[in-house]
């Protein structure tokens, strides 16, 4: 089978909904031991019960990610593990003069020092193996300047240089690092923050964040699950310390 995951173990921090979601039911398809890295949410027991439906061996850990010890413990567990994926973050709505040093430090926090505490953890499992796959979550606003993203739009770009980091520091040890960069993808996420942040005017805003794709639409979190899902595997063996833009023409159709 193409694309196979068969005896692969991947760990998948934030994969309880959304992108995180479509991409463990897609990697336990694929033959993947999964283990989901979340928060404990309405939506966790829905996931790994779906994801155990083609992996028994799966399983939910409620882990706080931005806890370095927790998060050494529970990998610590762990003599082999073939995949990570950072893909839990927050997001956040502001400039520079209107972002609060509290929320600066909460969103790099989660999405910064939270794939930094997983990196960490997961490298002297995978180096004494000789063999792993790293796959970040960037976004489009770590290439492009996004209104009112200050705060997101650093921890994205911290994500794309540390994936490059990392790449050129584990070459040597058989250690692939790539990254994902999404424009907006249609997820339980984004429907909460539409209506948290515009509540006087959801279907208007939807209309127009879709419309800020080149291609109509936002993406869908299969779709984004799908790149994934070849960047871990042994068919992408020669790609390392890359962004892949996934955009609907988001970076260079936009004039």
Not at 44 to 61: L, P, R
Not at 79 to 88: F, G, R, T, V
Not at 203 to 209: G, P, Q, S, T
């Amino acid at each position: 089978m193409i694309f196979s995951l068969e005896n692969k173990i991947a760990i998948i921090t934030g994969g309880s909904s959304g992108i995180g979601r479509a991409i463990s039911i897609l990697f336990a398809q694929q033959g993947a031991e999964v283990h989901i890295f979340d928060l404990k949410s309405s939506l966790s027991e829905d996931t790994i019960s779906e994801v155990k439906q083609f992996n028994q061996k799966s399983a939910f850990h409620p882990v706080d990610i931005t806890n370095e010890q927790l998060v050494l413990n529970e990998i610590n567990s762990f003599e082999k593990i073939d995949i990570l994926i950072n893909n839990a973050g927050i997001a956040q709505i502001g400039n520079v003069e209107n972002t609060s040093s509290e929320d600066f430090q909460k969103i790099f926090d989660v999405n910064v020092k939270g794939a930094f505490n997983c990196i960490k953890a997961v490298i002297p499992t995978m180096v004494k193996n000789s063999l792993g796959v790293i796959l970040n979550m960037a976004s489009v606003a770590s290439s492009v300047g996004i209104p009112d993203r200050f705060g997101y739009s650093m921890t994205k770009g911290a994500i794309k240089s540390m994936t490059q980091s990392i790449a050129k520091d584990y070459i040597s040890k058989g250690i692939r690092c790539n990254c994902i960069s999404p424009a907006r993808v249609h997820t339980p996420f984004v429907d909460g923050f539409i209506q948290k942040n515009y509540p006087n005017n959801q279907n208007e805003m939807y209309e127009k964040l879709s419309a800020s794709q080149p291609i109509g639409r936002m993406a869908k979190p299969i779709e984004i699950a799908h790149l994934a899902l070849y960047l871990c595997s042994d068919e992408a063996s020669f790609a390392t310390g890359c962004d892949y833009p996934l955009d609907g023409g988001f970076l260079y159709l936009n004039n």
